[in-house]
T-cell receptor
Framework: KAGVTQTPRYLIKTRGQQVTLSCSPI?????VSWYQQTPGQGLQFLFE???????NKGNFPGRFSGRQFSNSRSEMNVSTLELGDSALYLC????????????????FGAGSRLTVL | AQSVTQLDSQVPVFEEAPVELRCNYS??????LFWYVQYPNQGLQLLLK??????LVKGINGFEAEFNKSQTSFHLRKPSVHISDTAEYFC??????????FGQGTRLTINP
């Protein structure tokens, strides 16, 4: 069974540009969450999607957005990039939305490392 | 609001020695607790989880953790570490939703 696949793995952008990151969840998983990892702030929750609907959102500015498609694949977009957006962006999928359980836990992808110059 | 404190940012140990990585959480309600491991240039891999039941939880790679509600702790232990255990370890908490709150991580370094 393939794991969570994130593309691209590495990318470099300049300030002011925008970027789109993609996440393909484990087959059968319907919930996708995104996290940002930086040396200073650590791991922070961005948002969660289920059935193409955003169910939960973290404390990030509106420049950060996402969406989910009918096949559960998800994309996140960051517009007007700032130097501080340089980070590892991690996607995680789970079977269902709602409460975690023995079977419904988060599985993370390898991440997309974004560098903003 | 929930928070997680990992008491040590770095822990150096010798190979085959025991190790304990400490994690304390703050929450006024029941929580679910997790330990994840991150190897260089990789994502997070679930080591173990506490959802309910027995307070001693066994995970992969010989790791275990004990949930202590009175001390709001969830320390991770391994009786004998290997060079391959060198990684960063993250403790996380949630009240049940998909939104995890992570600690700042503990970098475990194994010396031969």
């Amino acid at each position: 069974k393939a794991g969570v696949t994130q593309t691209p793995r590495y990318l470099i952008k300049t300030r002011g540009q925008q970027v789109t990151l993609s996440c393909s969840p484990i087959s059968g998983h319907r919930s996708v969450s995104w996290y940002q990892q930086t040396p200073g702030q650590g791991l922070q929750f961005l948002f969660e999607y289920f059935s193409e609907t955003q169910r939960n959102k973290g404390n990030f500015p509106g420049r950060f957005s996402g969406r989910q498609f009918s096949n559960s694949r998800s994309e996140m977009n960051v517009s007007t990039l700032e130097l501080g957006d340089s980070a590892l962006y991690l996607c995680a999928s789970s079977l269902e939305a709602g409460r975690l359980s023995g079977a419904n836990v988060l599985t993370f992808g390898a991440g997309s490392r974004l560098t903003v110059l | 609001a929930q928070s997680v404190t990992q008491l040590d940012s770095q822990v150096p140990v010798f190979e085959e020695a025991p190790v304990e990585l400490r994690c304390n959480y703050s929450s006024s309600v029941s929580v679910y607790l997790f330990w994840y491991v991150q190897y260089p240039n990789q994502g997070l891999q679930l080591l173990l989880k506490y959802l309910s039941g027995s307070t001693l939880v066994k995970g992969i790679n010989g790791f275990e953790a004990e949930f202590n509600k009175s001390q709001t702790s969830f320390h991770l232990r391994k009786p004998s570490v290997h060079i391959s255990d060198t990684a960063e370890y993250f403790c996380a908490v949630t009240q049940g939703a998909q939104k995890l709150v992570f600690g700042q991580g503990t970098r475990l370094t194994i010396n031969p």
